[in-house]
């Protein structure tokens, strides 16, 4: 079953701490993975998209890896700020015209 | 400014009492969907469209109808709201399917409850 695994469930961290983000996948074949920001209650906002050929995407204080081999992404965010905090959703996407979600990440920054 | 418009962002509505929710995108994008999101689950695909007058099943489709009579809107209606249909709503757009990678976007959401 094509399914997307995310960890930790929520995490706190103070103001300025960078932090990581893990997310496992089972999807096959595999097309393309990207990561969301989704704050509360607002639609998700898309962060970096990363096919099997890239295993690394800057955007701003966010970098996503990719490693397609064992099927793990993590979103590591640098130098968090107050504004960090909601929720971060992996979603993969494979040969069909679905996208498959995680069920997020819920960071909270604390000044 | 490229968006996503729901419409109402919140509704609250009784059994049974039909209601539409609107979607409309200003990118010419071929393929939109919808999505529910309920706590602790990840966001579920209701339908999606590939483009104008092609529609097909989601993940959670029962209780739902959708319509593509233009490429820009993409209404969901609930012809029966019952209780379970209790939910916050996205709608989303994209320039081509999920497999092509291109990037999707989401409107504001609609929070739905059925009493």
């Known amino acids: 079953k094509n399914q997307v695994e995310q960890s930790p469930q929520s995490l706190i961290i103070l103001e300025g701490k960078n932090c990581t983000l893990q997310?496992?996948?089972?999807?096959?074949?595999?097309?393309?993975l990207r990561w969301y920001k989704q704050d509360t209650g607002r639609g998700p906002v898309s962060l970096t998209i990363m096919t099997f050929s890239e295993n690394t995407k800057s955007n701003g204080r966010y970098t996503a890896t990719l490693d397609a081999d064992t099927k793990q992404s993590s979103l590591h965010i640098t130098a968090s700020q107050l504004s960090d905090s909601a929720s971060y959703i992996c979603?993969?996407?494979?040969?069909?015209?679905?996208?498959?979600f995680g069920t997020g990440t819920r960071l909270q920054v604390f000044p | 400014e490229a968006q996503v418009t729901q419409n109402p962002r919140y509704l609250i509505t009784v059994t049974g009492k039909k209601l539409t929710v609107t979607c409309s995108q200003n990118m010419n994008h071929e393929y939109m969907s919808w999505y529910r999101q309920d706590p602790g689950l990840g966001l579920r695909q209701i339908y999606y469209?590939?483009?104008?007058?092609?529609?097909d099943k989601g993940d959670v489709p029962e209780g739902y109808k959708v319509s593509r009579k233009e490429k820009r809107n993409f209404p969901l209606i609930l012809e029966s709201p019952s209780p379970n249909q209790t939910s916050l709503y996205f709608c989303?757009?994209?320039?081509?399917?999920?497999?092509?990678?291109?990037?999707?976007?989401f409107g504001q959401g609609t929070r739905l409850t059925v009493v």
């Open positions: 979603v993969v996407s494979g040969d069909t015209d679905k996208l498959i």
């Open positions: 469209s590939m483009n104008v007058e092609v529609t």
């Open positions: 997310c496992n996948y089972t999807v096959s074949p595999f097309s393309n």
């Open positions: 989303a757009s994209s320039l081509g399917s999920p497999g092509m990678g291109t990037e999707a976007f």
